[in-house]
């Protein structure tokens, strides 16, 4: 591990870095108001795209951050403008045959009732839990990820997945119906029985038999191969596993947690910005997913509130020395650089052994934005989860 002696980001370095992404997203505001930024820049620019990938939600999630920091009306109002869009989404069922319902609704509708009170959003969002709800099957008490709901290929949950169910806890909180929180209770449950491999590496999806239900074997879709740790997909596991706890408060979660995030440090490289998948560290020419470290940075501040003083001070200096090399080595600095905040990020990497689509390599992703905002939220002030 390269903990020892490398410095942590400064409160006044936070304040700077948060400055900067409000400065962003404000004069972009314009350009993303009807339309959203695309799930990756493209040289280091993003597109504009209406309301139809699993990513829209993290834009509106940097506007509503944005918010929080400055106050900057402006900002609400785009932000209640998306969310009608979120409804016409959910009701029209535009692109929602999918788990992503969390990703898509809990940064956008959720935060908007949250701050303001827009009944609109929470509407959007009880339906988006509804939806959710929809792809939970029985025989294997898992909520299936993508495809049609009878396919055999797609029999499957993915460990992202983690990151939709906190929709489910707060649709009970809203309803007082615990079939959300239940399906959640389980998927977990499954989820972590099965996708933690011996050295705490995890499988980014894990497949079951259709018929009765038992775990047949993991798989990749985007890490370098089926047995590789992939950086996103590690990351997704120590954030996710956090939020497991902060909902359920099952002991052994914490555990897990350990686990996993101890991997994830101990397979980083010397910067602390993890390669696209731990198969690679320092001197490979393989690109960087930053998204994975600022990723891995919230889900130790939401586990720190919950540990004894010592052990979350010591997640709390890990995460500002990962933030530390991410504002010096990886932020956006200026409008003209990038439309985004945080460059060399890794969404899709063909590599011989996967089956995934080659795009948003080395580039800015709308995940790594929207989380590098939250995880310098969460260090300057108590801030509530949109999760
Ligand atoms: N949830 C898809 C990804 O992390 O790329």
Same mark, same amino acid.
């Given at each position: ?68 920091? /400055? *106050? &900057?009306?402006?900002? !609400? #109002?785009? +932000?209640?403008?998306? @969310?009608?869009?979120? %409804? ?86 809203? /309803? *007082? &119906?615990?079939?959300? !929180? #239940?399906? +959640?209770?389980?998927? @977990?449950?499954?989820? %972590? ?88 560290? &320092? ?105």
């Amino acid at each position: 591990m390269y903990f020892e002696g490398k410095s942590q980001i400064t409160d006044e370095e936070i304040k700077a870095a948060l400055d900067f992404c409000t400065k962003q997203v404000l004069h972009y505001l314009p350009e993303f108001t009807y339309e959203y930024q695309n799930a990756y820049s493209v040289d280091n620019f993003y597109k504009p795209i209406k309301n139809v990938d699993w990513t829209n939600g993290f834009w509106t999630g940097e506007i509503w951050l944005s918010y929080e920091h /400055t *106050g &900057d009306e402006r900002l !609400k #109002d785009a +932000a209640f403008i998306q @969310i009608d869009d979120y %409804l016409k989404r959910i009701e029209e069922r535009v692109h929602v045959d999918h788990h992503d319902m969390g990703f898509l609704y809990s940064p956008s509708c959720v935060a908007g009732y949250k701050l303001a009170g827009n009944e609109t959003g929470k509407k959007a969002a009880l339906l988006a839990a509804d939806n959710l709800m929809s792809r939970f099957h029985e025989v294997g008490e898992f909520i299936q990820a993508w495809g049609p709901m009878d396919s055999e290929n797609e029999y499957r949950l993915i460990i992202d997945c983690l990151l939709n169910l906190p929709l489910l806890y707060w649709a009970t909180n809203e /309803t *007082g &119906d615990n079939k959300y !929180k #239940d399906i +959640a209770d389980r998927h @977990i449950h499954t989820a %972590l029985s099965n996708l933690i491999r011996e050295d705490k590496s995890t499988w980014h999806t894990f497949f079951f038999n259709k018929e009765t239900g038992a775990p047949d074997h993991g798989a990749t879709q985007q890490g370098y191969r089926d047995g590789s740790a992939w950086a996103r997909g590690q990351a997704w596991g120590v954030y996710g596993i956090a939020l497991a706890y902060r909902y359920t408060k099952r002991e052994e979660y914490i555990g897990i947690f350990k686990d996993v995030l101890g991997y994830f440090l101990s397979h980083l490289p010397s910067d602390l910005v993890p390669f696209w998948d731990f198969e690679f560290t &320092d001197g490979a020419d393989q690109p960087r997913d930053s998204s994975s470290a600022v990723i891995a940075c919230c889900g130790m501040l939401e586990m720190a509130k919950y540990l004894p003083k010592a052990e979350a001070d010591e997640y709390i200096a890990v995460a500002r020395k990962i933030l530390k090399s991410v504002y010096d080595n990886y932020a956006v600095r200026s409008h003209e650089e990038s439309n985004g905040l945080v460059l060399h990020a890794t969404y899709s990497n063909r590599s011989p052994y996967n089956r995934c689509n080659h795009y948003g390599v080395d580039e800015c992703n709308s995940w790594g934005d929207y989380f590098y905002m939250e995880a310098l939220t969460r260090l300057i002030k108590d801030w509530q989860l949109y999760w």
